[in-house]
């Protein structure tokens, strides 16, 4: 099966060089500027610097070029992928579709596949979540992704055409449960990086990913989820790599909060966004989630770093 990947960031463009180990793959840039750059160095210098793309990567801005193929990964933020969808739904229906994005939709409260319902119910739909960082995957490193497809033939057949040599694909058709833990690890992780940024210690931090954890399995539990799908990759496993590396930027943004320190607003870092709209759907449950209410406080201002942690600290007392 012949596989384009539109957005042509870093993972969108880790994703091409791992699947072009297996055959032809076709990267989208809505950028032809870029485009012409890929093309003359081998190389995102952009996104993705010292990755090169190898020979059957075929770098494009033309979208009819890149829908030519039935599967599409849409390697695009969270907060983009509607306006994505709209502006080319012409080309993109019928297709199938798989989101490589992580993260709620601030103006709606929904995950990826369910965007894609809603904006695009012409087409199939499916998620590629779990704990990798581009570099790793462009670099060979070994990876194992979540594959979420709510229909299980289509899942199994994904799987095999997205499995590569260094990328290893687990399936679940639990679509609901995939989205909640890659977008909640986030959260946790600006959460952690604030902790250790501010000095407060790898206990503190062990604290948060525990207690951050117990909050992704009570939303993923209130909202039908599979509470044992966030013991895998995307949920534990991804919470697991992005709460202990500096190489994630939700950690970093989070680092640059306990430290004081300004962050550059140009780089994706879903977390923020899904914080606000974790949040607010939080909230209109009434379900308590007291972490991500703080990552809030924390991003918006409102809250010091010893007030988050006294409020969290000075909660009523209760079972585990
Ligand atoms: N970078 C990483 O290590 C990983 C990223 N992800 C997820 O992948 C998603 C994308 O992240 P990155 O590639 O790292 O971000 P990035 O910031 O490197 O790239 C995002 C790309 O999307 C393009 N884009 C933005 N809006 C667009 C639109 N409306 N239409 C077309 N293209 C658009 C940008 O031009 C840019 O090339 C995020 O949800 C992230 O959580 C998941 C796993 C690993
Ligand atoms: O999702 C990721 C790792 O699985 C990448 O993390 P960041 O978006 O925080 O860099």
């Known amino acids: 099966m012949s596989v384009s990947v539109l957005g042509a960031g870093a993972f969108g463009t880790a994703l ?4 072009a180990g297996k055959g032809a793959v076709t990267l989208w840039s809505r950028d ?3 485009v012409a750059e890929m ?5 995102n210098a952009r996104r993705l610097p010292g990755m090169p793309l190898p ?5 494009t801005s033309e979208l009819q070029q890149a829908a030519q193929n039935r599967v599409l990964l849409l390697a695009v933020p969270m907060q983009q992928l509607r306006r994505m969808l709209d502006a080319h739904r012409a080309e993109l229906t019928g297709k199938v579709l798989v989101a490589c994005c992580k993260g709620i939709e601030l103006t709606t409260g929904l995950g990826p596949i369910e965007v894609m319902r809603e904006a695009l119910p012409e087409a199939h739909h499916a998620l590629l979540t779990g704990p990798s960082f581009a570099a790793d995957i462009a670099m060979g490193l070994p990876t194992a992704l979540t594959l979420a497809c709510a229909d299980p033939d289509l899942g199994k057949s994904l799987q095999q055409s997205l499995n590569t040599a260094n990328l290893r694909l687990y399936r679940t058709t639990d679509t609901l449960g995939a989205e909640i833990g890659g977008a909640l690890k986030n959260v946790i992780a600006i959460a952690c990086g604030a902790v250790i940024g501010a000095g407060l210690g790898d206990s503190a931090r062990a604290a948060l990913m525990t207690r951050g954890y117990a909050e992704m399995q009570r939303l993923a539990r209130h909202l039908g989820a599979e509470a044992d799908t966030l013991a895998g990759l995307s949920g534990f496993g991804d919470l697991a790599l992005t709460c202990t590396s500096t190489l994630s930027r939700n950690y970093r943004l989070g680092l640059a909060l306990g430290r004081g320190e300004v962050f550059d607003p140009t780089v994706t870092v879903e977390g923020a966004a899904t914080a606000h709209a974790t949040d607010a759907k939080a909230r209109a449950m009434g379900l308590d989630m007291p972490i991500t209410a703080c990552v809030v406080g924390l991003l918006d201002g409102k809250l010091t770093l010893d007030a988050a942690m006294t409020a969290l600290l000075t909660r009523p007392l209760k079972e585990e």
């Open 16 to 19: 091409a060089i791992s699947l």
């Open 32 to 34: 032809a500027g870029h």
């Open 39 to 43: 093309a003359e160095s081998r190389e």
């Open 55 to 59: 020979q059957n990567l075929n770098v």
